[in-house]
């Protein structure tokens, strides 16, 4: 159905378009000189030693557990209460992905306290999620690793120039993954980021991308090499630089879309303030903050309330969804499940409202309105 109030819309116009034509004039369609580009320019934003531009976030995380050095016998532990391509990382290293809990409602990121009871010999690294571009708390978690002699990757899909204490998300781990999903802050379809401020991590990345390859083929058309050797069994999880042009045009919007959804997120607190039975996750918490989502939590509910709610705001035009359920309950983890109170009550009474710089303040009046009179 169409809806009035979409849960996101497009940050494109003109610009999107002419990148695209100029991409596709220059008659370089693969990994090239954009390609190149956007990864240096996403570098600079975050104050990264090194960017390294993937097919996608998913292949960022499979890349990033495999540079690190997580193998089979490892056990990763993981959030539950994250897109399920944060768990399948781990077993594509033929690792155990340990499901750890979450704060509760009021913070849906992973609970360090929990992180460190779960612990054993066997633990090699952490994997985090910035929820909603809120981030970790990442002074706790870094020394956890520190003293347990573990990896730290930085799943910060949700978070491009979020900050924690003055740093961007996804550079205080060893290796941080970033996501342009279409419905991402930006957006290019598919994409990721992989970054770190390791160089020999950086090197084995654009290795492992292209095939094991010690050239790519634009670098040999610009007279690099002629020959190329293949040095370690790869992947083909290049960024093409007609995904690269948008992301170059997305990333330039960022800040100026950042600060729209900052004003957003304002509106909705000051609509939603004393709401009975409405927690707002993070609440008014200072710092650069992506606000890639909006949810709210329903207190005393259940799924089936949930639900019922979402299809009666559905029906009024307003779109909502669910960031997300438990990655732990799907039937392919069964074998790693465990008790996660916080993660099951929180994803049986989430609900994601509408986020993006392009909502009126009647937008989010209306939303508001809707979601109070339906929480009565």
């Known amino acids: 159905m169409a809806y009035s109030i979409p849960l996101f ?16 004039r220059s008659r370089w369609l693969s990994t090239g000189p954009r390609t190149v580009e956007f990864e240096r320019l996403f570098a600079d934003a975050l104050g990264a030693r090194h960017a390294v531009a993937v097919a996608n976030c998913t292949c960022a995380l499979h890349l990033a557990l495999s540079i690190v050095g997580v193998q089979e016998g490892d056990e990763v532990i993981v959030p539950s209460l994250t897109f399920v391509a944060t768990a ?30 779960l612990i054993t010999e066997k633990t090699r690294a952490i994997l985090v999620m910035h929820y909603g571009g809120f981030p970790c708390d990442m002074d706790r978690i870094l020394d956890l690793a520190r003293n347990h002699r573990l990896r730290v990757v930085e799943d910060a899909c949700h978070g491009p120039l979020s900050e924690y204490r003055g740093r961007k998300l996804g550079t205080m781990g060893d290796i941080g993954c970033f996501s342009f999903f279409s419905n991402k802050n930006i957006s290019i379809g598919e994409g990721g ?148 109170p916080e993660t099951e009550r929180v994803s049986d009474t989430l609900v994601t409202l509408p986020m993006h710089g392009r909502l009126s303040a009647n937008d989010i009046s209306r939303v508001a309105a809707t979601l109070r009179e339906l929480t009565r």
């Open 9 to 24: 819309d497009l940050n494109y116009d003109h610009e999107e378009e002419e990148a695209v034509l100029a991409t596709l």
């Open 88 to 117: 399948n990382a781990v077993r594509y290293v033929r690792a155990t992905p340990v499901f750890c809990d979450i704060r509760g409602p009021h913070d849906l990121n992973i609970d360090p306290e929990q992180i460190e009871s």
């Open 193 to 340: 980021m992989l970054v770190t401020g390791d160089p020999e991590f950086a090197e084995q990345a654009r290795l492992l991308r292209s095939h094991g390859m010690t050239t790519l083929s634009y670098q040999r058309a610009s007279g690099h090499s002629t020959r190329y050797d293949v040095v370690a069994s790869g992947y083909n999880y290049r960024m093409d630089d007609i995904h690269a042009a948008l992301g170059i045009v997305q990333l330039g919007k960022l800040r100026d879309d950042i600060r729209r959804r900052a004003i957003v997120r304002d509106r909705y607190l000051d609509a939603l303030a004393d709401a009975p039975g409405i927690v707002v996750p993070f609440g008014r918490r200072e710092g650069l903050a992506s606000n890639y989502i909006f949810p709210v939590v329903l207190e005393g509910a259940d799924a089936a309330r949930r639900d019922a709610l979402r299809d009666a705001m559905h029906e009024r035009g307003i779109q909502t969804s669910i960031h997300y359920p438990a990655v732990h309950r799907f039937s392919i983890f069964e074998q790693y499940r465990r008790p996660l």
